[in-house]
């Protein structure tokens, strides 16, 4: 989420009006963008997966679910990273926002603690965050040696989510895109 300090740093400095200002389409410019945070996302959560590999010798399972759950999360952290980069006006908006609002998500959704020893409401309450589906999905990877099929349905919340806020991002980001190139 940080990532979005970025793009709201690019939209200040102007670069965002020229790179506008040139013949590529708008769709063109806004999949760039994605495009680069999802990758972001991605590398970061190859590191995340190989340094447990090597430092660790974290067995982590199926490496296709595993591969499978860290697309979907990565898709879910960009749609997330584009939305804030157009609700916040400057970079420091992003970077004081984005890591309390990371952590509490973290928490409530169970990557502190095994939400199996909360109580139901804070099970239901967790799972309104990604972050409780995708902790989901590893244990059932990395505890039950789960498959892509077991996970399925994690998968699929997890698309959802990242739908959800891609095409709200997407539409914000259009719309601030083109505001600020007027401007």
Avoid at 128 to 157: C, E, K, N, T, Y
Wanted: hydrophobic share 60%; proline share 4%.
């Amino acid at each position: 989420m940080a990532a979005a300090a970025g793009i709201v740093e690019t939209r200040r400095g102007g670069v965002t009006r020229r790179v506008l200002s040139t013949p590529l389409r708008t769709s063109t410019i806004l999949l760039g963008v994605a495009l680069g945070r999802l990758a972001i996302a991605l590398v970061q959560g190859a590191v995340i997966v190989l340094a447990g590999v090597v430092l660790f010798r974290i067995d982590w399972g199926d490496p296709v679910a595993v591969a499978a759950l860290l697309v979907a999360f990565a898709l879910v952290s960009t749609g997330a990273a584009l939305l804030v980069a157009t609700l916040a006006r400057t970079p420091e908006q992003t970077l004081a926002v984005t890591p309390p609002l990371g952590i509490a998500m973290g928490m409530l959704g169970g990557c502190m603690w095994p939400l199996s020893i909360v109580g139901a409401p804070m099970r239901v309450l967790g799972h309104v965050f990604p972050h409780a589906w995708a902790m989901d999905a590893f244990v059932a990877i990395v505890g039950r040696h789960a498959g892509v099929g077991a996970i399925s349905r994690q998968l699929l919340v997890l698309a959802g989510f990242a739908a959800v806020l891609l095409v709200l991002a997407t539409a914000r980001l259009r719309r601030v895109l083109l505001s600020g190139a007027a401007a």
